[in-house]
């Protein structure tokens, strides 16, 4: 008699479960709101922000993390699944943390502190 891993991925699908995705959100979200809790105790004791700013900054953390997290669970089982896959997420992942660090040039909008065009004279 054969037994199977919990890890063998060739018995499951390419895409993990939603409840797989739903328990590595809620583990994303844990952490992230922890994390983020501890740092804004330390800023409103020091007078750096309100309690309710801190508030809204743990809470958009945990948002954060909680997406953060279902998406690295259905990259990780993709990547598992399919290798190749696997390489290209890394690779997008990786332009898309190189693109959000970039410098942003200044739109012409903002530049010229008008949508539409003014005309002098």
């Given at each position: 008699m054969a037994t199977t891993s919990s890890t063998d991925v060739s018995d499951t699908g390419t895409l993990p479960t939603t409840d797989e995705v739903i328990r590595a959100g809620i583990n994303g979200a844990a952490?992230?709101?922890?994390?983020?809790?501890?740092?804004?105790?330390?800023?409103?004791?020091?007078?750096?922000?309100?309690?309710?700013?801190?508030l809204q900054t743990t809470v958009n953390s945990a948002v954060i993390g909680a997406g953060a997290g279902a998406v690295a669970s259905a990259a990780s089982h993709v990547a598992r699944a399919m290798p190749i896959w696997g390489l290209a997420l890394v690779v997008l992942g990786a332009?898309?943390?190189?693109?959000?660090?970039?410098?942003?040039?200044?739109?012409?909008v903002a530049a010229s502190g008008s949508a539409t065009p003014r005309e002098e004279g």
């Open positions: 952490i992230a709101a922890a994390w983020t809790a501890a740092s804004e105790v330390m800023r409103v004791r020091n007078g750096e922000c309100t309690t309710q700013e801190a332009g898309a943390v190189y693109l959000s660090g970039k410098p942003r040039a200044p739109s012409a």
